[in-house]
């Protein structure tokens, strides 16, 4: 029997110590999923913009492609044709994106945005393999890597999110980052030059500064003492490339300060650097964006000095951090020089702030060495570097929030802009194309905008389809409809002799916003004819009060009418458009033009 109990006790004595070590090991896995979680947090937020506010029209450069997609549905495209020059850059790569989508998409930019998004999580990965390799301490990584997040996925970079044409600005960095990750990798020397090179070429024939990606890897080749002896071979590839971008390159002529000011030069490139964390609704924004973005480039240059002068192994870990922050800050160089023309404000666009914003990704990593390597470093205030981390990281945390809504605000305005000019442009086969369109989808030749649109038509390029006829159908078979779930038609006001004004509101149920246009129509028969598209938004308080939500304010319409334009005696009507689904709405309230 007491062998019995013995043999009984044992075990039960042995398994209660085990239980806190295996609390202890799910509580460690739990914290690095937990951390990895926050960390992308961005990455979803930023897709959930995206998917919100992206609209699947052509808008701005993009018209440009039309050429391309021709040619190659003709199978006349040649090298040269994807190797012409873009303004300043040569877009190769981009251009063989741009034709994958319009093969696998039929142009559909909003797939064009989200690869945009799958760029920079790749950028994201490279920063967090340098932060693990540069930075000790596995939840400081997982902390730098989720501010780094909000950097390179704030929504301050509205343009490029929500523009396909822009996945072009994305490339330089994510070459940039993935040639630093492998020139600290394992891979033999002469593996990792042909690796650099071909991602620094990839970079340089995606977008003008990608060029720059030569110098900032030189520099870090230079500051890391293994791989020094590879600059010369590194400079001599760098010429070939060089040489191969100008060859045919049609210089166009650099213009100084509209303002004759030189130091407008320096406003500018203050300004660019300070972008990605100065979006804020202030009256002189440019300021503010001058300050941090100088301040940003005075740290820079005082931490290369600190790493300099100290030498040794914090120097050669900091040398992919400093390449970043050189790229990010020749490039604001470059854009001064070639874009001062057009004021230094312009310097504050939001396509610029995916280029700034690794000016801080770099200081960030920085810092980050500077503070754990303080001991080593030949600074007169040595502490002082370890004290700075925190105030510095909490700066930027603010700033990006702080910004954060003005982002999100100009994605929504974007959005509004793009959807009225998707409208105008679903009905310009029956109304010919207003003026406005011009601006609202940014075309650069509005002269030849009717061929492009049939070429664009006959290639199926575009969704939803361009209406043939102007014969309006309600979407949900309700012509008849008398309640104001899409709004309403209010009232008609005589403005002159044969000219009418006719007012309303509408509103979308299915997205919770105003229609972008409203399309008026007369009746013939039983058919409803399109005659023209609203064109003057208003804001409607009343609503908003009667309603009890803001989302009503901006939903007031109103369109002056001809009635010498119109069947005589002509009964007019009006119809949400819901310009991404291409559907139409009657709303009830019809007018009776008087006879003529």
Known sequence: MR???LEFSAPTATALPQLAPDRLRSSRRGSPILFFLVAILPIAVLVRLISEYGVNVPYGDEWSLIPLYVKWNDHQLTFADLLRQHNEHRIFFPNLIYLAFAQLTHCNMRA???????????????????????????RKHFLLWA????????????????????????????????????????????AKLAIASLLATIATFSFGSGILLWPAIGLCLALQQEN??????????????????????????????????????LVYFAGFNGVALARLPLQQPLILAGIIGASAVLLYLTMCILFVKSGGQSLQTSAPWLALGMYAISSAGLAAYTRISWGAQQSLDSRYASISCNLYIALIGIVAIASHNSAQLKWPSKSRVALFETPFLTAILVLYAVGFPAGVEHMALLNRTELQGLADLEFCKIIPPP????????????????????LLDHLQLINPSLRHS?????????????????????????????????????FLPSIQRPAPRVVLAYRAGEDWIAFALSDIREPRPNLVTELKSTKYLSSGWRKLVNSADLPRNATISAWALDAVAGDVYKLPGDFLLPAQ
């Open 470 to 506: 102007a014969i309006l159908r309600d979407a949900q078979d309700r012509p008849k409809r008398s309640n104001a779930e899409f709004g309403r038609s209010e009232q008609m006001i005589q403005k002159g002799p044969d000219t009418f004004e006719i007012r309303g509101w509408c």
């Open 435 to 454: 003026v406005r369109l011009r601006d609202e989808l940014m075309i650069p030749d509005f002269s030849k905008i009717m061929q492009d649109i049939d």
């Open 112 to 138: 064009e945005m989200f690869f945009s998004v799958l760029l920079c999580c790749l950028t994201s990965a490279g920063i967090y393999t340098l932060l693990k390799r540069t930075v000790p301490g596995a």
């Open 3 to 5: 062998l019995e109990e």
């Open 147 to 190: 501010l780094v997040n909000l950097l390179i996925f704030a929504p301050v970079q509205a343009e490029n999110w929500l523009w396909g044409f822009q996945l072009q600005v994305f490339i330089p960095t994510v070459c940039l980052v993935a040639s630093l990750v492998i020139l600290g990798s394992r891979l033999r020397l002469f």
């Open 228 to 265: 020094r002896r590879w600059l010369l071979p590194w400079g001599i590839t760098f010429l070939f490339i060089a040489t191969l971008f100008f060859i045919g390159y049609h210089r166009k002529p650099v213009l100084g300060p509209p303002t004759g000011d030189p130091l407008d030069y």
